[in-house]
């Protein structure tokens, strides 16, 4: 229960150091990964490789006489991803209803909490201002919030994070009630337009993904209907529309970010193609910002607008530190344990959708390694591929596509 809680609240943590702190879903995860242990249940080939992926690579940098991993930036690789042994733990021992109902709790309350924020930012006022100080996230400024941002990021360290995580969330949610039940609930039907509502009101660039794979995983087995086939009629454009206004919102704002987004990749890869072992192998686990430090890696000529101090993708940063061989197998192991676990009970659409949605997530919209949720979706897959029965139901999958 903690650990799902905890999952959509990064800011629940206890404080380390001025700059680090030990979040509230990472500890749950230990304590449920102990459960694991004492129950010697089969580690998952797919997690075993994914845990050790920094290690294995490191070990060949150190190898070939590069300077090999930081050790700090493999602790809290273990850190970051425990959410995905805690997930698959609790699905392994059977809890897929209750991990189902507090996600959809939680969803309800992120977004509601959100769109409140939403209505006091637009008049003046930025609440719970001391929710925000936990060591390891940028401090907010109020000011700025409410002056320029004007956007509502909920208890999320901005925008996009909010975005990525109500989004992944839904899509999990989908995935177990289809495992489940069959189908999903008529309350994710209401979620899935509460989430959409927020999406588009956080005005993060993921809303141009999200107001279009949403709809495919949630509604997918239900396409060849014609009442739904009629909805899509007036949702499709209406999607299409929202998505084309916020990204008219964002290219008539000063908002840097999709610029030195692409800056940050583009450079990071230049970097790293100049050397064959680099390429293959890696930089190192938890180097890659020591070199946008010291300005090994530029991109100037990328014309960012402020600088650059990390690469600002999550699956990007994994083939840079583990390489083109070891980081593309982390990326394409996880992707098809959720292609697994969601052909079993889903239509193809969704779960291409729901696959598609992970890669946009965590390779294009967010930055933060942390997010849990992240994590948690293939978590989820992993535990949902090695559960005795899937959805212990006989209803065909084809069935339904």
Same mark, same amino acid.
């Given at each position: 229960?903690?650990?799902?809680?905890?999952?959509? #609240?990064?800011?629940?943590?206890?404080? /380390?150091?001025?700059?680090?702190? *030990?979040?509230?879903?990472?500890?749950?995860?230990?304590?449920?990964?102990?459960?694991?242990?004492?129950?010697? #249940? &089969?580690?998952?080939?797919?997690?075993?490789?994914?845990?050790?992926?920094?290690?294995?690579?490191?070990?060949?940098?150190? *190898? /070939?006489?590069?300077?090999?991993?930081?050790?700090?930036?493999?602790?809290?690789? *273990?850190?970051?991803?425990?959410?995905?042994?805690?997930?698959?733990?609790?699905?392994?021992?059977?809890?897929?209803?209750?991990?189902?109902?507090?996600?959809?709790?939680?969803?309800?309350? %992120?977004?509601?909490?959100?769109?409140?924020?939403?209505?006091?930012?637009?008049?003046?006022?930025?609440?719970?201002?001391? /929710?925000?100080?936990?060591?390891?996230?940028?401090?907010?400024?109020?000011?700025?919030?409410?002056?320029?941002?004007?956007?509502?990021?909920?208890?999320?360290?901005?925008?996009?994070?909010?975005?990525?995580?109500?989004?992944?969330?839904?899509?999990?949610?989908?995935?177990? &009630?289809?495992?489940?039940?069959?189908?999903?609930?008529?309350?994710?039907?209401?979620?899935?337009?509460?989430?959409?509502?927020?999406?588009?009101?956080?005005?993060? +660039?993921?809303?141009?993904?999200?107001?279009?794979? /949403?709809?495919?995983?949630?509604?997918?087995?239900?396409?060849?209907?014609?009442?739904?086939?009629?909805?899509?009629?007036?949702?499709?454009?209406?999607?299409?529309?929202?998505?084309?206004?916020?990204? &008219?919102?964002?290219?008539?704002?000063?908002?840097?970010?999709?610029?030195?987004?692409?800056?940050?990749?583009?450079?990071?890869?230049?970097?790293?193609?100049?050397?064959?072992?680099?390429?293959?192998? +890696?930089?190192?686990?938890?180097?890659?910002?020591?070199?946008?430090?010291?300005?090994?890696?530029?991109?100037?000529?990328?014309?960012?607008?402020?600088?650059?101090?990390?690469?600002?993708?999550?699956?990007?940063?994994?083939?840079? &530190?583990?390489?083109?061989?070891?980081?593309?197998?982390?990326?394409?192991?996880?992707?098809?344990?959720?292609?697994?676990?969601?052909?079993?009970?889903?239509?193809?659409?969704?779960?291409?959708?729901?696959?598609? #949605?992970?890669?946009?997530?965590?390779?294009?919209?967010? %930055?933060?390694?942390?997010?849990?949720?992240?994590?948690?979706?293939?978590?989820?897959?992993?535990?949902?591929?090695?559960?005795?029965?899937?959805?212990?139901?006989?209803?065909?999958?084809?069935?339904?596509?």
């Amino acid at each position: 229960m903690v650990l799902v809680v905890s999952s959509f #609240l990064p800011y629940a943590g206890v404080p /380390l150091t001025d700059s680090q702190s *030990l979040s509230v879903s990472t500890v749950a995860s230990f304590l449920v990964a102990t459960a694991f242990l004492l129950r010697r #249940l &089969e580690i998952p080939g797919t997690l075993a490789f994914v845990i050790l992926a920094p290690f294995l690579s490191g070990f060949v940098q150190t *190898l /070939l006489g590069g300077g090999g991993p930081d050790p700090n930036g493999l602790v809290l690789w *273990l850190l970051n991803i425990a959410p995905l042994v805690g997930l698959y733990v609790a699905l392994r021992l059977g809890h897929i209803k209750l991990v189902t109902r507090l996600a959809q709790g939680m969803l309800t309350a %992120s977004c509601a909490y959100a769109l409140l924020q939403k209505f006091f930012i637009d008049r003046g006022v930025l609440p719970l201002q001391w /929710l925000y100080s936990t060591p390891g996230y940028a401090a907010v400024d109020p000011f700025i919030v409410i002056q320029y941002v004007k956007r509502p990021f909920g208890w999320y360290p901005e925008p996009s994070v909010l975005a990525v995580t109500i989004s992944l969330g839904l899509a999990a949610v989908a995935l177990m &009630e289809f495992v489940s039940r069959g189908q999903p609930s008529t309350y994710t039907y209401f979620l899935f337009g509460l989430v959409l509502v927020t999406i588009f009101l956080s005005r993060s +660039g993921s809303a141009v993904f999200a107001f279009a794979l /949403l709809p495919a995983i949630v509604f997918g087995a239900h396409l060849n209907r014609a009442p739904v086939a009629l909805f899509g009629i007036f949702a499709v454009p209406a999607a299409v529309s929202a998505a084309l206004a916020i990204l &008219e919102d964002r290219n008539s704002t000063q908002n840097w970010s999709w610029g030195d987004r692409t800056a940050s990749i583009l450079g990071s890869l230049r970097y790293q193609s100049e050397s064959l072992p680099d390429s293959l192998f +890696g930089l190192g686990r938890g180097v890659v910002p020591r070199l946008f430090e010291t300005r090994a890696i530029r991109a100037d000529d990328f014309a960012p607008e402020q600088a650059l101090r990390d690469v600002f993708s999550v699956l990007v940063r994994i083939v840079l &530190e583990n390489g083109f061989i070891i980081g593309p197998l982390v990326v394409g192991m996880l992707c098809l344990a959720m292609q697994r676990a969601a052909k079993h009970a889903m239509p193809t659409i969704s779960a291409i959708a729901m696959v598609a #949605l992970w890669v946009v997530s965590a390779g294009l919209t967010t %930055s933060y390694e942390s997010v849990a949720w992240l994590w948690c979706l293939p978590g989820i897959a992993l535990g949902i591929l090695t559960m005795p029965d899937i959805g212990g139901t006989d209803a065909n999958p084809a069935d339904r596509e």
